[in-house]
């Protein structure tokens, strides 16, 4: 009996097919509002194949970890973030957590909903960071992920000034 290996991960000539991941806002700018009934920033997180001209998907459930920053505060004050299914997540004292892209699927989704209130703030800025993504390979070994390096990073813009739509709390 003799074993052969098929190789997926560009060694031995094969295609790379290992994705990457990005992270892109839209929209990226929202309107804070003085109730919660304003819009959110949709962050989404995408696995793109080596090249990056497509969006792929892996076999296995890809985890990336995010960490939040920027001037609106994370701790719930400024902004809620949740899932698409409209579960929160709570991040943790550093702005960070770990959000699944699920196997056979290309993105994955979540928002950061604008808190509303009357204090005057200025525009906010909520920045969101690919700090690790990682998936198993066939043999559910570790296989990290490398970020594609000018889409790692995204920022999106909480307005509370009067312009882009938003309640001029000033």
């Known amino acids: 009996q003799t074993t052969g290996t098929i190789y997926d991960d560009g060694s031995n000539g094969s295609e790379n097919d290992l994705p990457q991941v990005s992270i892109t806002a839209n929209p990226n700018t929202v309107a ?3 109730t919660n009934e304003t819009e959110a920033l949709t962050y989404t997180v995408s696995l793109r194949n080596s090249d990056d001209s497509a969006d ?3 076999a296995k459930a890809t985890t990336v970890n995010i960490a939040l920053s920027g001037s609106a ?3 719930g004050t400024d902004y809620v973030v949740t899932d698409a299914d409209g579960n929160t997540i ?4 550093n702005g960070e957590f770990t959000l699944t892209i ?3 699927t290309s993105t994955f989704s979540f928002k950061v909903d604008p808190v509303g209130d009357t204090t005057f703030e200025g525009a906010e800025s909520v920045i969101a960071s690919i700090t690790s993504a990682s998936t198993t390979d066939a043999s559910d070994n570790l296989v990290a992920i490398t970020p594609i390096t000018d889409q790692r990073q995204t ?3 909480i307005y509370d000034d009067g312009s882009n739509g938003s309640e001029n709390d000033l």
């Open 56 to 58: 792929v998907t892996s």
């Open 90 to 93: 709570t991040p943790d004292g």
């Open 155 to 157: 920022t999106g813009t």
């Open 32 to 34: 804070e509002g003085d």
């Open 102 to 104: 699920p196997a056979d």
């Open 73 to 75: 505060n994370n701790d």
